[in-house]
């Protein structure tokens, strides 16, 4: 997993007053984010899942699918080896599939945990939350990197809806005539209906963590929605600012490091987007959102494609009457 340290900068920022900046850079040793004893819990609980997500990203970039194996078994209908092949192939990979799902769930338990953190009514404002629960912030920041990374790896990989189709047509005939088709990987009926919607959307994991992010708002009603709004609006100028300005930019020691920072911010965003009421592209939202896909227009050509694909397709509120023409336009 990506690691971010945050530096503590104070900056004037035009539309939202004086906002706390984290400048991000990497490191090697995890240690140097410790959580303070109020955070230790959530940190805990939270980084159990983040020490998994690493090996997530490793499987999900290494798979390959089985699409040879089943092309010759659907061209081959009455070939029992090549079925018995396919079968083979394709049974260890659903393991897989099912694995990064029910990660999903894990990842949305502990965004979950991280937003109660971050959105208390412990201190009065967001920047507050950010600036002295630093380890928490840092975890969310990571969440939502994990987030976009998956879901650009998995755009860019037909073969995981192949596969899971070829396998759930298969294990239909196999139940139909009886064939036993036992093992850890089989899935019964309604999971596999979950795993299939997940994997149908373009961006699945972001839209576990958006519909997350409703729902805890939803439960909450006795916290204000400014809380969760303010806190993903803070971390979206942040980014903004440390990408833009050359004297924060220049203290990045990697491009992955700019890299995880562009995740974050239009992470935040698409957040923001679902859970405020009119959304982030609003005249009334405390995202400047020329200013931010301003920031991903001026990165290398093809770097952030599917950064801009994600604010084009899987917002909710860009396509709204209330949107600048102008917004709308540079996202074309």
């Known amino acids: 997993m990506q690691h971010c340290e945050f530096f503590l900068i104070k900056h004037s920022y035009t539309f939202c007053g004086p906002v706390t900046l984290f400048v991000c850079r990497r490191f090697s040793a995890p240690a140097d984010a410790q959580p303070t004893e109020a955070e230790r819990e959530v940190w805990e609980q939270v980084d159990v899942v983040l020490k998994d997500a690493k090996g997530i990203l490793d ?33 260890p990979l659903v393991g897989k599939l099912k ?129 969760t709004t303010d806190c993903l609006s803070t971390m979206a100028s942040v980014c903004k600012v440390m990408l833009e300005t050359p004297e924060y930019r220049s203290r990045f020691t990697s491009e992955d490091t700019v890299s995880f920072c562009l995740r974050v911010m239009v992470g935040v965003i698409i957040l923001y987007d679902y859970v405020h009421p009119v959304g982030a592209f609003a005249k009334s939202s405390k995202i400047d959102m020329k200013g931010c896909i301003k920031v991903l227009k001026d990165q290398p050509p093809n770097s952030v494609d599917g950064l801009l694909n994600a604010l084009r397709y899987t917002t909710k509120h860009l396509n709204d009457d209330s949107t600048n023409k102008t917004i709308k336009s540079m996202l074309q």
């Open 99 to 227: 694995k990064f799902y029910e990660f999903s769930q894990r990842l949305e338990a502990a965004l979950h945990s991280l937003l109660g953190a971050l959105t208390s009514e412990t201190y009065s404002d967001p920047t507050q939350h950010l600036e002295r629960e630093q380890a928490l912030a840092k975890q969310f920041a990571e969440i939502l990197h994990f987030t976009l990374r998956f879901d650009e790896l998995k755009m860019t990989n037909p073969a995981i809806q192949n596969d899971f189709s070829y396998y759930r047509r298969t294990l239909s005939r196999m139940r139909i005539n009886n064939v036993p088709a036992e093992g850890e990987n089989e899935v019964n009926n309604e999971l596999a209906n979950r795993i299939s919607l997940f994997y149908a959307d373009a961006t699945p994991m972001l839209k576990t963590l958006s519909d997350g992010t409703t729902k805890f708002v939803s439960e909450n009603k006795n916290l204000p929605i400014e809380n």
């Open 59 to 91: 499987e999900l970039q290494a798979y390959k699918g089985a699409g040879q194996e089943i092309r010759e078994a659907i061209q081959n209908p009455n070939d029992d080896a090549l079925q018995e092949q396919a079968w083979a192939a394709v049974v």
